[in-house]
């Protein structure tokens, strides 16, 4: 069975600050792995994914994701926040059918 | 991309009543996820609803209480019957656009019983 764990439900940061949002996953199958972004009353907007190839996986809005196979992780990292990255973020993990487990969720605040 | 709208965006609805979620695709799509996300918690997969059979549920839910329609490749309802205040959640609809390239998600349903 797949599973997801997110590490800390509230992270906050400073603006300009560096993000990083763990996720570790376990998986009997080379997984695919996705992040994705809830902001305040909208539905889930895919912010980046990995399936096969390239382990540094670069989304939108300056985030980027490293695959590491043996920490089992998939940490999601933005060099600088903006005050316009607050949002809760949700990591996920799918095998090879088209359902997603996902972890519960990391709510993001900026602090100007 | 698709673009998923779902309807309505929010209700509150009295105990014992049911409530349907409508979920429409701007294209055809093979395969259509709904997901509950309970307030303060993650997203957990209701049931997968594929065109022309029986949606397939997941452990935990039943069709019963979850009665899921898939009439055509872009179109999906999910009802919530006999409510209870348990029920109150966030109801999303997702769509496959090709295996695990992309899951697109509706703006969910905003579901509060009394």
């Known amino acids: 069975a797949q599973s997801v764990t997110q590490l800390g439900s509230h992270v906050s940061v400073s603006e300009g600050a560096l993000v990083l949002l763990r996720c570790n996953y376990s998986?009997?199958?080379?997984?695919?792995l996705f992040w994705y972004v809830q902001y305040p009353n909208q539905g889930l907007q895919l912010l980046l994914k990995y399936t096969t190839g390239a382990t540094l996986v670069k989304g939108i809005n300056g985030f980027e994701a490293e695959f590491k196979k043996s920490e089992t992780s998939f940490h999601l990292t933005k060099p600088s926040a903006h005050m316009s990255d607050a949002a809760e973020y949700f990591c996920?993990?799918?095998?090879?059918?088209?359902?997603?487990?996902f972890g519960t969720g990391t709510r993001l605040q900026v602090f100007p | 991309s698709a673009v998923i709208s779902q309807k309505p965006s929010r209700d509150i609805c009295q105990r014992g009543t049911s409530l349907t979620i409508q979920c429409q695709v701007d294209?055809?799509?093979?395969?259509m996820f709904w997901y509950r996300q309970q307030p303060g918690q993650s997203l957990t997969l209701i049931a997968t609803?594929?065109?022309?059979?029986?949606?397939?549920?997941e452990s935990g839910f039943v069709i019963d209480k979850f009665p899921i329609s898939r009439p055509n490749l872009t179109f999906s309802t999910l009802t919530v019957s006999n409510m209870s205040p348990e029920d109150s959640s966030i109801y999303l609809c997702s769509v496959d656009q090709g295996t695990n390239e992309k899951l697109f998600f509706g703006s969910g349903t905003q579901l509060s019983v009394l």
């Open positions: 609803a594929n065109q022309g059979s029986e949606a397939t549920y």
């Open positions: 998986s009997s199958v080379p997984p695919y």
């Open positions: 294209s055809q799509v093979t395969m």
């Open positions: 996920a993990v799918s095998d090879d059918t088209d359902k997603l487990i």
